[in-house]
């Protein structure tokens, strides 16, 4: 099964897995993935708010079970939920992904009503399914720069068929409450207190976000354009990190906004394997001690030789349009392998070596002069 086959029928239909099992009219599709991770640096910090850590990580946020739920309720309607269990955290926290109404007025309009995933990348739709991509991970580098999972709101789908390709169009608008981590430099500024907000995840809100995407894709490749803007609220309580507190790095910020842009492109021809992936985040300056302007990029090759694909994955996270001293900057690059145990399962392994430019986190805990990333993973679709 030829994985750029996957990211079309995603990306036009959102469905990618197989139904094995059916209650009425309520059809069950399912996921999992399994993974082990570590890491090796010169101060021993973590990676990417614990996605690796000097220890054997195999209980950690990579860990995910979903299950997807959908009911045809007539013709031309249907609902569909995911909820996705994930490792790392007590009792596998439930989350729901996404919960909404499909309304298709015709073979070409798809009108989602409710909580929707947000298309920001290549693989957003399907970012937890690691079975549908290549590498054991998104390349964090450009998918760690935007928390927005999901939105509650509308969000309206076009197809038109081009002879063998297709033209897609999307536009949506709607609001959201997400989590994400405070970057490291800005915690090391607050002096050693900071040092115990690294790793925890602080809740912000987004409303009246809008945006839209735009793309060809067929069996072949994939080319998608797309593009949001959002106003963000911000309001932790700073009372914890006690007197050492600088109140010159605002933590609370209300009705700030922020701009987030993107350019991908996949291509699966005659056996090799392409990903192309480009970001510009944009924000207000109140809020760079959050969200700093960055720019963010990668690019791998794969070779498909019967059930294997080694890949090499480059890729670099940059300075944004304010070159705040804030944004975080680093170069990496992976070796990979995956292999298909069947058509629903792949067994993956990947080597990274990351390198912050002198005097930056990168996505490190702490300032390293270079460090390497170790993971395997267990993907299964059901």
Request: aromatic share 14%; net charge neutral.
């Amino acid at each position: 099964m030829k994985i750029i086959s996957i990211i079309g029928a995603v990306f036009l239909s959102a469905v990618y897995s197989n139904t094995v099992l059916a209650l009425g009219n309520i059809k069950i599709d399912g996921f999992l993935s399994y993974v082990a991770t570590r890491g090796y640096n010169d101060a021993n910090a973590s990676y990417d708010n614990g996605v690796a850590t000097k220890d054997l990580g195999v209980d950690t946020l990579g860990n995910r079970l979903g299950l997807q739920f959908s009911a045809q309720i007539d013709p031309n309607t249907d609902v569909t939920a995911q909820f996705v269990a994930r490792g790392g955290q007590p009792n596998y926290n439930v989350v729901t992904d996404f919960a909404y109404i499909n309304y298709k007025p015709d073979s070409n309009w798809k009108i989602y009503l409710g909580k929707y995933k947000i298309s920001q990348f290549l693989v957003s739709d399907y970012s937890n399914v690691g079975y549908a991509y290549p590498w054991v991970r998104p390349p964090r580098d450009v998918y760690s720069t935007n928390p927005l999972v999901s939105l509650s709101g509308i969000d309206v789908f076009y197809k038109k068929p081009l002879g063998n390709t297709n033209f897609v169009a999307q536009a949506f608008y709607g609001s959201g409450t997400h989590q994400t981590f405070v970057p490291a430099p800005v915690l090391d500024a607050m002096g050693p207190v900071g040092q115990s907000w690294k790793g925890v995840l602080v809740p912000f809100k987004t409303n009246s976000t809008q945006g839209f995407n735009v793309g060809l894709a067929s069996d072949v490749y994939t080319l998608r354009i797309g593009y949001f803007s959002t106003r963000v609220d911000v309001n932790v309580d700073l009372n914890r990190l006690g007197p050492t507190y600088n109140p010159k790095l605002k933590m609370s910020m209300h009705d700030v906004w922020g701009s987030f842009g993107g350019l991908g492109f996949t291509m699966d021809l005659n056996n090799f394997v392409t990903y192309f992936e480009f970001i510009s985040r944009d924000t207000a300056p109140e809020m760079r001690f959050a969200f700093p302007d960055q720019f963010a990029g990668y690019l791998t090759f794969g070779y498909r030789t019967g059930k294997f694909l080694p890949y090499v994955t480059y890729s670099q996270l940059d300075t944004g349009v304010d070159k705040s001293e804030l944004a975080l900057k680093e170069q990496s690059i992976a070796l990979g392998l995956r292999y298909e145990v069947s058509n629903a399962s792949a067994i993956k392994f990947e080597v990274m070596q990351v390198v912050p430019e002198k005097g930056n986190h990168g996505l490190f805990s702490d300032p390293v002069q270079d460090g390497v990333v170790a993971t395997a993973t267990y993907d299964v679709i059901f």
